[in-house]
């Protein structure tokens, strides 16, 4: 099977930077997008950056110019860094990818547990 871990979320003050890491494992052949979500309270869940196998980045309007998503294929990992950080940040940041696991199968969705970020004074 393959799992995928976050890690780097914690308690941060407002105008300050976290970098998030997310790691997957297990049989891979390739990876295809990469993603990371969030859900804050009382709110749906939200897709705040995604990045294609060719390491173009798209981004939510909410966080375009303080957030950067990146991808090490090497490693299986995927980052997010996220800088000028408000309060609004706030939410439970997950990661998931898109996953080939033997050549010639399909791609299918991986998601991890997912990573408390704060951002409070």
């Known amino acids: 099977q393959v799992q995928l871990v976050e890690s780097g979320g914690g308690l941060v003050q407002p105008g300050g930077s976290l970098r998030l890491s997310c790691t997957a494992s297990?049989?891979?052949?390739?990876?295809g997008t990469w993603a990371w979500h969030r859900q804050a309270p009382g709110k749906q869940r939200e897709m705040v950056?995604?990045?294609?196998?060719?390491?173009?980045?798209r981004y939510a309007d909410s966080v375009k110019g303080r957030f950067a998503i990146s991808r090490d294929n090497a490693k299986n990992t995927v980052f997010l860094q996220m800088d000028s950080l408000k309060p609004e940040d706030t939410a439970v940041y997950s990661c998931s990818a898109a996953v080939k696991r033997r050549s010639g199968g399909s791609y299918d969705d991986y998601w991890g547990q997912g990573t408390q970020v704060t951002v409070s004074s």
């Open positions: 297990g049989t891979i052949v390739g990876i």
């Open positions: 950056a995604y990045i294609f196998s060719s390491g173009n980045p």
